[in-house]
């Protein structure tokens, strides 16, 4: 009896034992599932939590509600789409995904530009854990986490995330695409290549100077991965075209039936091309015609302009190969100019300023406290530093992240083509964040091992960089008085009580960081204008004439306050230089005709 008595204590405390073990396995499951995953889960409260606050302070900026340029734009052509106009009538001018994603979101949740704000805000917070998966497959797990928290930080993408721009959507694509890169290293799964192919196409679709990336990727295929065969490689190859096709192919037929011609994606490369490459180039943006800097008058300039120069109609193909063969032939009258000029371009393409355009981050950061703090200490000029040194710290494995060096000069080539935009550069960050990332990782590695003539590798050109990358090649006085114009122009566009007489003092302002601006002395004169102040108005409209005799809506104006004060013969002669402008000015053109029999007759206008 005491002998089975004594087997089942024995029974009992092995179960128990089984138990405390099943449970202490738990347990550490457990812990190493929270210690895996911590990291990222905190890094997207962070970002979202920053993106947040942030939306929160810049509501109210006059911006936040009245949309203006590419917002506008965009905003309207979403509107469209959500209301069932889904093909158009007119081949794309510009990338269509974002309006679609715009009229996605207006169809779900009516047209509420908050909450794509805050949709945007999860996406960017969802990439920088991205960008830190992919930091960890091409480096190693802290080089992940710390470009995963680089990117919750970094200024100009939760600027970019409270904007109606395609900034946003790009970034979450360009991490996804960054991600899904990280994994092809070594993998055989064809599928993979497909995925990829899908989402490069939705990147061709959002920014078109992406679509050169397919290529990176299959010369990276065929000179890197002997080892897969031959038909290996072949299928992944397709795999990938067939993911091209996926998302390109219903964009190049969607333009073909509604425009009779073969377009991929855009027919706005030509005139882009131009204005990156003229003898009147700056680097940076500047529009054909000067005043003309939202979309609908860029596509109906570039169209107009061409018409006149050959004399006969285009179509929208026609036009955008006019538009390149007239760089072409800059490039060909001067070769030495135009290599100065792409130094220059590439010069900005690694500046620390943000060349933003209608919607000025230097405006923001004026609403926003957080965003002023951290554009204060990190910015582009700290992030190409560390990215130039993670490069020469992880130089002995290079083959690892050749590929993201690949994808990130590629990028970097297509912008200096072009001309340099803030936006356009931002496609650039996710793939140097990861290289900013490895710096720091590399830098402490060589710092914990005391390898101090590694370290000092690192640092020195993180500081070579450093100079470079912070050197004040912007006018960016000009510039950021450009932001305020557009801000004073949102303010008099709203009418409400007060905001003209706020917008005449955002104008001053503007001014006096930049007084040769004809376009803020034309809104300042107009503002003063429809507060009385006719005096003011004239003279400001004067001094921008002064300053651009080219402005077509300068002598219109000019011309309906002379008008307006008696003054018969001046306002002929304002709306006849106004008409010699704009021959298709029809309002110029009445006001003549119905002004000359009064001016012969002797009568005053009252």
């Keep these: 009896m005491e002998k089975a008595i004594s087997n089942q204590e024995h029974s009992l405390q092995i179960r128990q034992f089984l138990d405390s073990s099943e449970r202490t396995k738990a347990e550490a499951m457990v812990e190493s599932s929270w210690r895996h995953y911590s990291p990222w889960i905190l890094v997207f409260l962070l970002a979202l939590?920053?993106?947040?606050?942030?939306?929160?302070?810049?509501?109210?900026?006059?911006?936040?509600?009245?949309?203006?340029?590419?917002?506008?734009?965009?905003?309207?052509?979403?509107?469209?789409?959500?209301?069932?106009?889904?093909?158009?009538?007119?081949?794309f001018y510009q990338a269509p995904a974002y309006p679609y994603f715009l009229g996605v979101i207006y169809r779900v949740l009516g047209h509420n530009v908050y909450a794509v704000r805050v949709i945007q805000a999860l996406l960017g917070s969802a990439s920088c854990v991205l960008i830190g998966l992919a930091g960890q497959r091409f480096f190693n797990r802290r080089a992940g986490i710390v470009a995963a928290i680089m990117l919750a930080v970094y200024p100009p993408a939760i600027f970019f995330d409270g904007l109606i721009q395609k900034s946003s959507l790009g970034l979450c694509l360009m991490s996804l695409f960054l991600w899904q890169l990280s994994g092809l290293r070594g993998s055989s799964q064809r599928w993979r290549w497909m995925v990829v192919g899908i989402i490069l196409g939705l990147l061709g679709i959002t920014r078109e100077n992406t679509l050169l990336l397919p290529i990176v990727l299959l010369v990276w295929l065929w000179a890197c991965f002997p080892r897969f065969g031959f038909r290996m490689r072949l299928s992944q190859t397709l795999m990938l075209s067939t993911g091209l096709i996926i998302t390109l192919g219903p964009v190049a037929w969607r333009n073909y039936h509604v425009g009779g011609e073969i377009v991929i994606t855009t027919v706005q490369a030509g005139p882009n091309f131009f204005i990156g490459n003229n003898s009147r180039a700056t680097g940076r943006y500047t529009p054909l015609v000067r005043g003309h800097e939202a979309p609908p008058f860029e596509r109906d300039d570039a169209k107009r302009l061409a018409e006149q120069a050959v004399g006969h109609s285009l179509s929208d193909r026609q036009v955008s190969r006019y538009w390149f063969r007239q760089s072409l032939e800059f490039i060909g009258s001067d070769p030495g100019g135009w290599l100065l000029l792409l130094a220059k371009k590439a010069l900005l393409a690694v500046n620390a300023y943000e060349i933003t355009d209608t919607e000025g981050y230097s405006v923001y950061r004026l609403y926003s406290p957080l965003l002023n703090v951290l554009a204060v200490v990190f910015h582009f000029g700290a992030v190409f530093p560390l990215a130039l040194a993670g490069i020469l710290l992880s130089w002995s494995d290079w083959r690892r992240f050749a590929v993201l060096l690949a994808v990130i000069g590629v990028l970097t080539a297509s912008i200096v083509a072009f001309y340099v935009f803030a936006r356009y550069r931002f496609a650039m960050v996710p793939g140097m964040v990861i290289l900013a990332a490895a710096g720091i990782d590399g830098m402490m590695q060589a710092y914990g091992n005391r390898r101090w003539s590694t370290l000092s590798v690192g640092l020195v050109a993180a500081c070579l960089a450093a100079i470079l990358s912070n050197l004040r090649i912007n006018p960016e006085n000009d510039l950021d008085a450009m932001a305020y114009a557009n801000l004073g122009a949102v303010l008099a566009q709203r009418g409400g009580p007060g905001d003209l007489e706020s917008a005449t003092r955002v104008f001053e302002a503007s001014l006096q960081m930049n007084p040769n601006s004809a376009e803020v002395h034309y809104n300042l004169g107009m503002a003063c204008l429809i507060l009385g102040d006719t005096a003011k108005s004239r003279a400001e409209l004067l001094t921008a004439r002064s300053i651009s005799p080219g402005m077509v809506e300068v002598d219109y104006q000019l011309g309906f306050i002379n008008e307006a004060l008696g003054n018969t013969s001046e306002a002929i002669e304002c709306y006849r230089r106004a008409l010699q402008l704009d021959k298709n000015d029809h309002q110029a053109k009445e006001a003549i005709e119905r002004l000359s029999p009064r001016q012969e007759s002797g009568q005053s206008i009252p």
Excluded: C, K
């Design 49 to 91: 939590g920053l993106r947040l606050g942030y939306l929160h302070q810049i509501s109210g900026i006059p911006f936040f509600r009245t949309l203006v340029g590419d917002a506008a734009a965009y905003d309207s052509w979403g509107q469209e789409i959500a209301g069932g106009d889904w093909l158009g009538n007119s081949p």
